[in-house]
């Protein structure tokens, strides 16, 4: 078993990167805002630079942690008979990765929720002998029955909600369309769990839906993948567990405040994964609000903010916006505000200045792009439009060669053959695996971050 032990908590950063200068009338203003948490005896992270500041937790004291594993026990998971003991592999895997003292349970999904270990609504305490009985009890695991991923997320809710922990978290496998309950319903779960806990999402084989697999991980501020083989699955649920286990700090948020008459356009996380955090905003007193990044450990993660300033004369400055970390305080009194970073306008004559793109934020709307195009290409391709889906992975080519995102220019060679990468000419595939244009689509928001 892993040995997780942490001999102090994460210090946070912000630094902003952005081009401050803007042409008479201009008024929209872009930067990019790195966050790096670093220190947590995690995974090594990236070196620290400007101001931090250390949550409040005794040094060596791990954070209080749950995690609810939700195994696909429908039907399908029958065909072929090794892909359930494959995930009953996996799960017992991700269990022998909990640290001491976790609190943690499995539950079966089929088009209703079972707690398969340790029942009656209970978490049980990771230890050897929880885990052991947690092992035995996956032996009952079998395949029979609907799908309805709601129902899962749901229940995973109220088991997580009654634990009094710092980290909530879950693990979520699937290997077939949510068929057993209306897309609203969901939708509907989605929305009641976001921000309750954070969930991974994975689809095992080829016959799950992309794009219900990503939302529940995008809603969840969790990663997605598929695991196409489902012998892959022990490693994979391995390596999600620990990344749960190296969570330190949960509930941060990114806090923007800004001044009179300036309009905030959109917020994404756009590194590790492109994710729209704009319509999550929370308001947080007056001029400002909170966008949420879900939990850390020793990690960096980029975002792109855009707001949008009033008009003003040649030579005037002003702040544009304040971003600050913030953790909030269980016990409801003031949060922490763990690093800030200023957004600034100034207004020149000078044309080079106020033309100059700053290189991460060019860099990352290409990444927001090559995302999307991608999403647009299969989607077009999926229609039967095979020029448009040409014209868009085209493009989608043409991007990930320039910005250097090697892996996802692999994937896509997988669908098109790239006659140009420079200018994007590329022919689509007659034939093309399932498995390939399936992982393609489910690792199209990965990006990868500026060449130094």
Known sequence: MANFSKSNVPQFSVEVY???????????????VTVTST????????????????????????????????????????????????????????????????????????????EVYPGNGRLAVADARTRAQAKEALRALSAGGGTA????LRLADRLLGAADVEIRHGILLTDGRNE????????????SCAGRFTCDARGVGTDWEVKEVTAVASALLGTADIVADPA???????????????????????????????????????APTVVDLTGRRTEAGPRAGDYPTGSWGDESRDYHI?????????????????????????????????????VR?????????????????????????????????L??????????ATAKLGRAVQLASASGNEDTAKLLSKVVDVVDAATGTVRLKAKVAEADSMTLETRSTKTVRVKK
């Open 345 to 377: 306008a100034v207004w020149t004559e000078d044309m080079a200045a106020s033309t100059s793109i700053n290189p991460q934020v060019a860099h990352y709307t290409g990444q927001a792009e090559l995302a999307q195009v991608i999403q647009q290409g």
């Open 232 to 270: 892959g699955l022990a490693a994979d649920f391995t390596q999600m567990m620990e990344n749960a286990m190296g969570k330190e700090v949960a509930d941060v948020a990114l806090r923007l405040w800004t001044p009179v008459g300036v309009a905030i356009k959109f917020v994404k996380q756009v």
């Open 39 to 114: 220190g947590g005896g995690t995974s090594g992270g990236v070196p620290l630079s400007g101001a931090a500041v250390t949550p409040t937790r005794s040094a060596g004291q791990a954070p209080d942690a749950a995690v609810v594993i939700m195994v696909d026990c429908s039907g399908s998971m029958d065909y072929p008979p090794t892909k359930m003991r494959n995930a009953r592999d996996a799960t017992a895997a991700a269990i022998d990765t909990l640290r001491d003292g976790t609190r943690f349970a499995v539950v079966g999904g089929t088009h209703v929720a079972k």
């Open 18 to 32: 952005q081009n401050e200068y803007l042409p008479e009338g201009g008024r929209e203003v872009n930067a990019i």
């Open 180 to 191: 057993h309950e209306a897309p609203e319903d969901l939708r509907a779960a989605l929305e």
């Open 149 to 152: 991923i709601g129902t899962w």
């Open 306 to 342: 855009c707001v949008q300033v009033p008009e003003a004369g040649i030579g005037q400055e002003m702040l544009a916006s304040r971003v600050s970390l913030i953790l909030p305080d269980p016990s409801g009194g003031a949060p922490q505000t763990l690093s800030q970073g200023l």
């Open 379 to 388: 989607d077009a391709r999926k229609s039967g439009d095979f020029d448009g």
